[in-house]
């Protein structure tokens, strides 16, 4: 055989490996974080209230400490990417910010220091008991073939550690604290509100979180979810006769939807929708030019 063709049949018995699989994905997860990270410290997210590369980058750096002091189900970075869209809101566009699902508070710890830079509180809404229901839910996630089952009771933390959690590596003072099953807490919340984290688990959770939070954004407001890759909860997100009954308008739709923002190699769970105004494209920019589509 020659050796360029033995050099190639290496390389395919190679890719073939489960282990150079998983090498590959890997670094590429390793290129693709320090990518965002690295777009995150030295573009000017922020800067509108006076945030520096420097004060960006130890905001990075105190994620990375609280996710690892405080269990979490969500990284530093999708912390990160979740700080870039509240510092990229303007600060003319009044409202605060709430995170529904909590566990033992380490996304709501990195959130309280973005709403501190941002003069902005942070609502923390959870049972404090863990998930509701008497049965488990099955979990689905297409994209990977796969699924699993919650338990009720699961991703328990109650308010005395979220509230020491904040209180150690984040800042207690923005927070306000919404304790109780989110159909009966929720629907008291009456103050303006600009971004929303949803990490209820549940499409019934989700749905009960939409209900109080959508009247409460303006118009560019986000709702960013960990459950991105879940089509049962994705579906509400489309599910115009849903919305038109509680809301009186069409379906926003979902960013991410099976397989989440494209922020990892293979999938992630991150996804959001954004209140628009279905009548205007104010602040959109033109990029695609279909003149050459034939007339039918």
């Known amino acids: 055989m020659k050796p360029r063709y033995l050099s190639y049949l290496g390389y395919r018995l190679l890719r073939r490996s489960a282990r150079f699989q998983r090498f590959v994905a890997h670094f590429a997860q390793l290129a693709l974080e320090s990518y965002l990270i690295q777009d995150?410290?030295?573009?000017?997210?922020?800067?509108?209230?006076?945030?520096?590369?420097?004060?960006?980058?130890?905001?990075?750096?105190r994620?990375?400490?609280i996710v690892a002091m405080?269990?979490?189900?969500?990284?530093a970075?999708?912390?990160?990417?979740?700080?870039?869209?509240?510092l990229s809101l303007p600060p003319t566009m009044s409202g605060d910010v709430i995170e529904c699902g909590v566990w033992?508070?380490?996304?709501?710890?990195?959130?309280?220091?973005?709403?501190?830079a941002t003069g902005r509180r942070l609502f923390v809404a959870d049972s404090f008991q863990g998930l509701p229901g008497s049965a488990p839910y099955r979990y689905p996630v297409a994209h990977l073939q796969s699924y699993d089952y919650l338990e009720p009771g699961q991703f328990r933390g109650t308010q005395n550690e979220v509230r020491a959690n904040i209180?150690?590596?984040?800042?207690?003072?923005?927070?306000?604290?919404?304790?109780?099953?989110?159909?009966?807490?929720?629907?008291?919340?009456?103050?303006?509100?600009?971004?929303?984290?949803?990490?209820?688990?549940?499409?019934?959770s989700t749905r009960d979180c939409l209900r109080s939070i959508w009247p409460l954004l303006p118009t560019?407001?986000?709702v960013y979810t960990d459950d991105a890759a879940n089509m049962e909860v994705v579906r509400i997100f489309f599910d115009d006769p849903w919305w038109q009954q509680q809301f009186g308008e069409p379906?926003?739709?979902?960013?991410?939807?099976?397989s989440g923002l494209p922020v990892l190699p293979l999938s992630s769970t991150l996804g959001y929708t954004c209140k628009q105004s279905r009548e205007t494209l104010d602040g959109w920019r033109r990029v695609y030019n279909h003149s050459f589509l034939p007339l039918q």
């Open 77 to 86: 970075l999708f912390h990160t990417i979740l700080a870039r869209e509240i």
């Open 220 to 222: 560019g407001g986000l």
């Open 63 to 65: 994620f990375r400490h």
């Open 167 to 204: 209180r150690d590596y984040g800042c207690l003072e923005v927070c306000s604290f919404l304790a109780g099953w989110f159909a009966d807490t929720l629907p008291q919340l009456d103050t303006p509100l600009v971004f929303a984290f949803l990490d209820a688990d549940l499409e019934s």
């Open 40 to 61: 995150f410290i030295n573009r000017p997210y922020g800067a509108a209230y006076g945030l520096s590369p420097d004060d960006r980058a130890r905001m990075v750096a």
């Open 104 to 116: 033992k508070g380490a996304c709501s710890t990195s959130l309280s220091l973005v709403c501190q």
């Open 70 to 75: 405080v269990p979490s189900g969500t990284s």
């Open 251 to 258: 379906a926003p739709g979902f960013i991410g939807s099976g």
